[in-house]
């Protein structure tokens, strides 16, 4: 049995420990340069645009957490959910925690009258893929991630020539 509840500024060593194991997991351990105090600042600070929710087992243990942030769809005219990070520690797995969590976000996500819950998976991750086709969710088919980051985005973005203020 999975318990599934609103992350507490008390969860953010947890959190950060969670998201550490998934870098480790998705095969880049040196990838992560968030903080407790960066993490702190964007899920409980004065203007929180960022969400988590964690999974706990009968004992009050957490097992999971999913961290999660508001899109729009133009099309639809309302908001969506995207899954950022949803993570069970492996001796957890198959214990429920994992569904529990996606069917929190896809119940508020109906309750709230959002048109859709999304998120990216890598193409090599074969165990989540299954997980996810077995609850109904399934691939964009020609659709691409992109992506501007570090150098790039610093380089792209002190050239603008269309003289956007503000």
């Not at 599934?4 to 950060?16: G, M, N, S």
């Not at 508020?108 to 998976?121: D, F, I, L, P, Q």
């Amino acid at each position: 049995m999975s318990v599934i509840r609103p992350a507490t500024p008390a969860d953010v060593p947890v959190i950060l420990q969670l998201i550490h194991e998934l870098a480790v997991y998705e095969k880049e351990p040196e990838a992560v340069r968030n903080t407790p105090e960066m993490l702190t600042e964007v899920l409980f600070g004065s203007d929180p645009r960022v969400y988590a929710n964690m999974a706990e087992n009968e004992d009050g243990e957490v097992r999971g957490f999913a961290l999660w942030f508001l899109n729009y769809s133009t099309w639809e005219g309302v908001h969506g959910i995207y899954l950022e990070d949803l993570y069970v520690t492996p001796e957890a797995r198959g214990e429920g925690h994992g569904k529990a969590l996606l069917q929190h976000l896809a119940a508020t996500a109906v309750e709230r009258g959002y048109a859709r819950v999304e998120w990216s998976v890598l193409d090599w991750n074969e165990p989540s893929i299954n997980f996810y086709r077995k609850l109904g969710a399934f691939p964009m088919e020609e659709w691409s991630t992109f992506r501007l980051t570090g150098t790039a985005l610093a380089e792209f973005g002190s050239r603008s020539e269309a003289g956007v203020h503000g």
